[in-house]
């Protein structure tokens, strides 16, 4: 049996996410990430004693937006507390976080995995505020602190112990970032730390019912990295196991540089935060008309999507997934579904051509030009044989995706109509006949595969304008009598 058979990797992730808000969970500074430091620090920000903070609303309404978007129960009646502790950043010397009520509980997210779908189980998401920043590498010798970040909304998503593999923490995570962005709760970029993951990683012999000692893996700032630190733990842990050692609990931090984790600090017994419920903030309860009116604006989502793109527009699971990776690329296959009936090609539109100009302009379907409509029309003009789609996606799309012109305007004034008219194309045909009388020698003695080049010389005569359909008829009639 491999070493790696006889263990089972138990794994649970926290991820916090920041909340698109205007402003902080407590009071009106703004959140704006790359601010100057310092200066959206009111006195709320910085706990002056006699200030008073109240909660802001649309955070409320972006945390149960999350939890219903993860099938989990909303809690009614919810209150904040105080996590008391001492932190340079952290200026109230408390965080006001959820205890004993998270607003939302249980749930679960749909993965996709090797082996098929895996609902990943949620124990909770709960709201609290971030601390701020300390930095340690511009002074050589302070840390300097910029408390912009302090009482940023958070919420917290918090897994059972439930995955067993790095690949599915990767998926689960992919999927997390994908339904924050797209019900638009956090912009689920990982570089500027809108969505942190931490990963508790233990192991236990297959089979063992109990969990084994868990360690915490910090600092995970982005997905692939999450999958990276989570196999360096499972084969360091594996290693102390298998010479006789034992796991201790820790936190530890990825190094991504050389793909390494440390231990940051051993776990202590279990800290007294001493919690008690915030004074300062009345409790919050949530009546069932407006969590019914949040979960009635809430889009489709995205495997809901998936699954409707496969089957009312007869898409493949590949085209139905890609289109559903991101919003504003689901929304624009069905706006140009409602031009056009030819939903293969609008996929294959979006997926090739169009994803390619895009990319190559650094830019993407929340900040495209070219209306639906007018792909639909493009895409018309292409089925009606007026221009052939090598001419439309390289001559006709660039430009449009410039300027929004009408398509079939468009291909007049740069002359690229396919000419079906017959006449013209029976002097081209002739042309290239009397031009390869060797070539018109061989197809005659049987080497039929040559009508392709045949094809293609007209083509090229033509400048691209002869309909290739019509070509081939009209020298199929000519060479075969
Ligand atoms: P703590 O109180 O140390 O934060 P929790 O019980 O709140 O621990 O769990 C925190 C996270 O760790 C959760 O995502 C949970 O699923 C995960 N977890 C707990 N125990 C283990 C374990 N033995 N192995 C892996 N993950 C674990
Ligand atoms: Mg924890």
Known sequence: MEIQDKY????GLEVHAQLLTQSKLFCGDSIAFGAAPNTHVSPI?????GTLPKTNKKAVEYA????????????????FARKNYFYPDLPKGYQTSQHTTPICKGGYVTIKTGSGEKKVELNRIHMEEDAGKSIHDIDENYTCID???AGTPLIEIVTEPCMHSSE?????VTELRRLVQWIGVCDGNMEEGSLRCDANVSIRLRGEKELGTKVEVKNLNSIRNVKKAIDVEVKRMIGIVENGGTILQQTRSFDAT???TFSLRDKEDANDYRYFACPDLAPFHLTEDFIGSIAAALPALPNVLTKKFKEAFGLSEYDASQLCDEKATADYFLAASAHSTNYKAIANWML??????????????SNIVLLPETLASLIKIVDDGKVNFSVASSKLLPVLMQSNREPLELAKELNLVQVSDTNDLETWVNEII???PDKVAEYKKGKKGLIGLFVGEVKKLSKGKADPKIVTDLLQQKLNS
């Open 8 to 11: 089972e990797v138990v794994i």
């Open 45 to 49: 920000t910085l706990g002056h004693p």
């Open 64 to 79: 149960i937006k999350m939890g219903i978007a993860c099938n989990c129960e909303i809690e009614h009646r919810n209150y």
């Open 147 to 149: 408390l912009n970040r």
């Open 168 to 172: 599915e923490a990767y998926q689960y």
């Open 258 to 260: 050389n793909d390494t």
């Open 352 to 365: 090739g051509p169009l994803k390619q100009l895009l990319n190559d302009a650094n830019t993407s379907f």
């Open 434 to 436: 009397e031009q390869m």
